[in-house]
């Protein structure tokens, strides 16, 4: 309560240990200059810029350099807030009525009209949330490696939403993976969007490539689900570089409180030139 707390401060960073402060699973250290002027409580009434320079991060023995990190938040003319996370290789913005520390709880409203067996409603009355998102990556390979060690890609990558529960409680979204990698799988030209509202969730796209393996993938691969209150109907076209000819996938996924069922539409495949039906 009161007026908000006041930063300003130039220092250096010696030597930030995350995963002897139990902040990462991982090692991890952090040094560079750090230049602080904002004032807030947290991230939600954040105005001002806090910069990490010159930083070297050093993840499990691999270093990474940058010159900048810099988290910037200010207020428009019409008193809608932006905050600016960016670096050499990625940009994080948004922008509008944004309550970021109750985002998870408004998802979660959300999924809870499509999966409420899986999916509880938030336990609190929600902040209303007007924002635009973007989210766009450069050379991010590195960066991937420190959010997962499994992961490695997502170089120029783009991301764009907006969530609204002013206007009919709706969010969307879109998503442009050129290339990423999880493990063993990994996908090359991905576009999914995402619509969304208090009644139903529509996720369609494309995918240029799914690997399974370094020689076998699914080459064009088409994505359709629709959720509503625990049911997804799904419908998938795809084929394999070798011996999948092609298949077509629909089916109603039911999600109940003790696990799922399928039932399937008429679907096919083509296995060795021979085709082969689902009823």
Known sequence: ???????????????????????????LS?????DLNFRGHN??????????LNAKVIHNNESLDFDSLTLTAALDSNNLKKLVLESNEFIVSAE??????????????FLNHYYPSYINPP???LSNQNFNVSIRTA????????????????????LTGSISTLNGNKFNFEINIPSAKYKRFSLEDAKITGKGDYDSLLLTGGIGKIYISDSTYFPNTNISIHSANDVSHVLISTRANATLNDALLDADVHTLPEGRSINFHPSSFVLSDKKWHLL
Do not use: C, H, M, W
């Not at 952090?30 to 750090?34: A, D, I, N, S, Y």
């Not at 991230?43 to 990490?52: E, T």
């Not at 050379?139 to 783009?158: C, E, M, Q």
């Open 43 to 52: 991230i939600d009434d954040f105005l001002g810029y806090a910069k990490i």
């Open 96 to 109: 509008g009525q944004y309550n970021i520390l109750q985002l998870p709880q408004s998802f979660q409203a």
């Open 139 to 158: 050379d991010f390979d590195k960066y991937a490696r420190l959010i997962d060690s499994n992961f490695s890609g997502f170089n120029d990558a783009l």
């Open 30 to 34: 952090v040094t560079g200059t750090f």
């Open 123 to 125: 336990k609190k009355e």
């Open 1 to 27: 309560t009161g007026s908000a707390p006041s930063f300003n401060v130039l220092g250096d960073l010696v030597n930030a240990n995350l995963y002897a402060l139990k902040l990462s699973k991982d090692s």
